[in-house]
């Protein structure tokens, strides 16, 4: 390799191929660089071979080298020389031949070279330090860095930990420097032999001292942590030869050829080392610089500086912890109230972190108040920073600390209306600021909500503001609240309350009932004021006439009359046709003028008025009075309202009240009476000779036979020829043309029509609703009401139906071709017989007999003997005016009931001779076996003839 010695061996550990740099000696004086490959090897020996050699003399003088360095990226290298020169070698690549060329010339020995990680080389002699950065370039920029330089093996570059800086070791002391820094200034007593980087530590070789140890006999070895600033290890050894540091360990080799291994303990053990010298700075940048978990380092820091009644530091250690440690821990242990300023230093800290939460703010605010600190106070809530803590809390708080100020900022800052609202009403009783603000809320329903919950108390401080405000608020808003929300606010503020309600009715005039129904309760109750009683009369009638206002007419007659107010009630009871309720207002008043108007206004639509007007002026004892009763009678005589007798009677209230006054209406109401009389009498003459008239034609229908003397047809009007068809109304027919138009076998088709008619009216009658109001109107409007009475209850209207069973009452069998009285001359005969007669009023309904082959026959119940076995239409064709309902039945005249015996009862003994016993037929004489005009072979008309 090298004949006379080794002076300087480098091995690149960052190059892609494994480089080792040698500079030896093969003649004294005359140094040899060599370039080595380990990899190649020689084929014979396997000895390794160089794979580039430059010699360093240039010349026949004898040089030597005392350091030399290669770039990381080899494309530089330097060699430090005894005379102070340095040569460098540049040409990218050192495995080939390279330029070289002298960067540094001194006076002074070089003792140290090194290339940072930007190629910029540091040389360091015995007197001095320097730079040079852009080394290849023609004039590379040099910077002097220090007059202070090292001994020969005294200098290095640190690692990443301390940024690539270069580093010596003159006596006392360690220098730092960077490419342009002159360096930090690290004190260190001694003299240093030997210096290494070791794992981001300095390793120092120093003689010991000579006042305890001999000279040179020992050495002290000192390993310094300088990113954690503790020293790491501290050892003596026999005299060191030099320091290695290879394979990730140290190594010490001793003069003598020793060799010590210094094994680096965990990053666990030095930590617990550090915790039991109490070194828990040390121990905390240990595990931060190793990237381990240091929070519970900084816990259990805390926790021993507050077992030694360090506070301040211990809070301090505390709050590195946020975030790690459980803030109740360390609260907690501060709770005393002498400890409340190092609780405030931790709570601001959480609040910072914002980590807080609203116990945290709660308990901040707290202590400010309690050490009365309202800068901090301030600070706090007022910050522009972002926000870091529970507003609401934080009112809460300010608020029961009575500083209301900081919780109003807080509330409008933060847009808390309610809480904005409830500070100024409740805390400060600023009513006009808390109005003004609600005015200016951009959200209606932020506006409804608080004039809901603080409404009354601003009503109750500023009535006209918040008055005025309501109007607006309802008017003047693209989607209004309904304003019967807020009539409750006007407790004890009616004036308010009409002017709020006036103009809702102005602005909305289909505002809903409940408020016109306020604003009319509010002019009621003022018009019982003597001051403005009139004025409000006017507004309330005003109202009430209007078409517009939707106020509840029964609600409004019920406060009319409960305030008495008789214009209202007056108008109301019109609007509703309670003219009774109108006219009993009037009487109350003695306002004659209104009564006699009120009832020739609406006396012609009920008729009722002038009968409450005559009584009410009955009582009266003044002329007026009396004048008005006059005036009364006579519409009543007109009208025919009253009978005499009520009238007399309604007049003998009053004691006082002259003959006089009814003497003229008396005297035409008898002279009526008497002509009236007279007009009946002619009527009863009339109706009696046609009822004994109808008696004759019955008597003669039954015991004379019936002469048909027509000889032509009714319809075709040809001559009638056989088989022909005979009717008792005196119409004849051929057969054929009979049956063509008749709609019954037994009903003619030219008396049917008006027979139909009769029938259909009286079951009109039968089925008529609402009977007792059609009898009631027809009893107001006759001219005697006594005859309507009469003409309904002659037609049977309340008569009560009695269902008779013909089977055992009567069965009689009549011949179809018996001559048969046609319906509308029987019916007509009868009802004139009955009303006009007063022998017998009752007459029921009448029973019929339905058997196969038997014509039906009809009787009447309780009828006079002239009536009893007249022909009547089949029942289940026709219904009979005549029957009674089974409700209204009249009394019978024979009846237990009224003393009477039946001739024809069976309780008598006597026999009519009309009835059709169920064994024996023989007692009439038209029955079917007797009768001289039955025919047997025809039986499909009442009278056939066959030729």
Not at 738 to 761: G, I, K, Y
Request: one cysteine or more; a negative charge; aromatic letters at 8%.
């Amino acid at each position: 390799m090298y004949v006379t010695r080794l002076s300087h061996l480098v091995q690149i550990p960052k190059a892609k191929q494994n480089i080792v740099v040698t500079v030896g000696e093969d003649e004294p004086g005359h140094p040899i660089l060599r370039v080595w490959n380990i990899t190649h090897k020689l084929a014979d020996s396997g000895c390794v071979r160089y794979v580039h050699l430059s010699t360093l003399t240039k010349t026949q003088a004898p040089i030597n080298v005392t350091c030399i360095v290669v770039s990381d990226n080899m494309s530089n290298m330097a060699i430090g020389l005894v005379d102070g020169t340095v040569w460098l070698f540049y040409k990218h690549d050192i495995t080939r031949e390279q330029r070289y060329k002298v960067i540094h010339r001194d006076k002074a020995a070089i003792t140290g070279l090194a290339f940072n990680k930007e190629v910029a080389l540091f040389v360091a002699t015995e007197t001095a330090v320097h730079s040079y950065k852009k080394v290849t370039d023609n004039n590379p920029i040099q910077t002097f860095l220090s007059s202070e330089g090292c001994g020969l093996g005294l200098c290095l570059l640190t690692d990443h930990h301390q940024y690539h800086q270069f580093l010596i070791a003159p006596k006392n002391k360690f220098l730092f420097f960077t490419v342009d820094d002159p360096g930090n200034n690290l004190p260190m007593d001694g003299t240093r032999s030997h210096i290494a980087w070791y794992k981001g530590g300095l390793v120092s070789v120093s003689f010991a001292r000579r006042t305890m140890l001999k000279q040179d006999s020992i050495c002290d070895l000192t390993i310094y942590d300088m990113s954690n600033k503790f020293i790491g290890f501290t050892g003596t050894f026999p005299p060191v030869k030099a320091l290695l540091v290879e394979w990730g360990s140290l190594y010490v080799i001793g003069k003598n050829n020793e060799l010590y291994k210094l094994n680096e303990k965990g990053i666990q053990e030095k930590i617990e080392i550090l915790k039991r010298k109490c070194l828990y700075d040390d121990a905390i940048q240990l595990a931060k610089n190793n990237q381990d978990d240091h929070m519970n380092l900084i816990k259990a820091h805390g926790d021993h500086l507050a077992s030694k009644g360090d506070h301040d530091g211990a809070i301090t250690k505390y709050i590195g912890t946020i975030g790690h440690v459980e803030p109740s821990y360390v609260i907690r242990k501060f709770l005393d109230a002498r400890r409340i300023h190092n609780l405030t230093q931790y709570l601001e800290a959480l609040h910072e972190a914002n980590v807080a939460n609203q116990d945290h703010t709660t308990l901040l605010l707290n202590c400010y108040t309690k050490l009365k600190n309202v800068q901090k106070l301030e600070q706090f809530i007022r910050s522009d920073g972002e926000l870091n803590f529970d507003v609401e809390t934080a009112i809460k708080v300010c608020r029961q600390a009575t500083y209301f100020d900081d919780a109003a900022y807080l509330a409008k800052k933060f847009n808390q209306y309610d809480w904005f609202v409830h500070i100024q009403i409740e805390d400060k009783q600023d009513y006009r600021t808390a109005l003004d603000y609600i005015n200016e809320l951009p959200c209606l329903d932020k506006k409804k909500e608080n004039v809901k919950n603080f409404g009354k108390q601003l009503m109750d401080h500023l009535p006209e503001e918040m008055t005025e405000f309501l109007i607006n608020l309802c008017n003047d808003t693209e989607d209004p609240p309904p304003p019967e929300e807020f009539i409750p606010l006007f407790v004890n503020r009616n004036d308010c309350l009409i002017l709020f309600l006036e103009a809702i009715v102005s602005h909305h005039p289909d505002a809903s009932s409940q408020v016109y129904n306020a604003l009319l309760e509010l002019y009621l109750r003022d018009s019982q004021k003597e001051e403005c009683r009139e004025k409000r009369t006017e507004q309330v009638v005003e109202m009430l006439q209007s078409e517009t206002a939707r106020y509840d007419p029964d609600h409004a007659l019920l406060l009319m009359q409960l305030y008495r107010l008789q214009p209202g009630i007056v108008i109301l009871c019109e609007k509703r046709g309670l003219y009774q309720h109108v006219l009993d207002c009037y009487c109350e008043n003695n306002d004659y003028k209104s009564i006699m108007e009120l009832c020739w206004r609406r006396g012609k639509e009920e008729a009722s008025l002038w009968i409450q007007a005559l009584r009410y002026f009955a009582v009266r004892e003044d002329d007026e009075s009396r004048l008005h009763v006059s005036e009364i009678l006579q519409y009543i005589e007109q009208r025919n309202l009253l009978p005499p007798l009520m009238v007399v009677k309604a007049l003998s209230e009053n004691a006082k009240t002259p003959i006089s006054v009814l003497m003229d209406y008396l005297t035409r109401h008898i002279a009526l009476e008497e002509e009236q009389t007279k007009e009946n009498e002619v009527l009863i003459k009339k109706y009696s000779e046609e009822a004994t008239k109808m008696r004759e034609e019955i008597k003669k229908l039954k015991s004379e036979p019936v002469i048909f003397q027509t000889n032509k047809c009714t319809q075709c009007v040809k001559k009638l020829n056989l088989p022909a068809v005979h009717l008792l109304c005196k119409h004849s027919w051929h057969q054929q043309c009979f049956e063509e138009l008749a709609d019954l076998e037994e009903d003619c088709p030219v008396c049917s029509h008006e027979n139909r008619q009769t029938l259909e009216h009286l079951k009109s009658l039968d089925q008529m609703e609402n009977v007792d109001q059609q009898f009631f109107r027809s009893v107001e409007n006759a001219p005697d009401p006594f005859t309507a009475v009469a003409d309904f209850f002659a037609k049977g209207v309340y008569n009560k139906p009695v269902v008779i069973d013909g089977e055992k009452k009567a069965k009689i069998a009549l011949n179809r071709s018996r001559p048969r009285i046609p319906v509308s001359e029987s019916r007509t005969r009868s009802q004139a017989l009955i009303n006009k007669t007063s022998e017998y009023r009752d007459v029921s309904r009448s029973a019929s007999i339905k058997d196969t082959g038997i014509r039906e026959a009809v009787i009447f119940e309780n009828s006079p003997p002239d009536l009893v076995g007249a022909p009547i239409p089949d029942s289940s064709d026709h219904n009979n005016p005549f029957a009674a309902t089974p409700d209204t039945a009249p009394s019978n005249p024979f009846s237990s009931e009224t003393g009477e015996t039946n001739p024809f009862s069976s309780e008598t003994g006597e026999t009519n001779p009309f009835a059709v016993e169920e064994e024996d037929d023989a007692g009439n004489p038209f029955a079917e076996d007797t009768n001289p005009f039955g025919n047997d072979s025809v039986k499909s008309s009442p009278v056939q003839f066959m030729g």
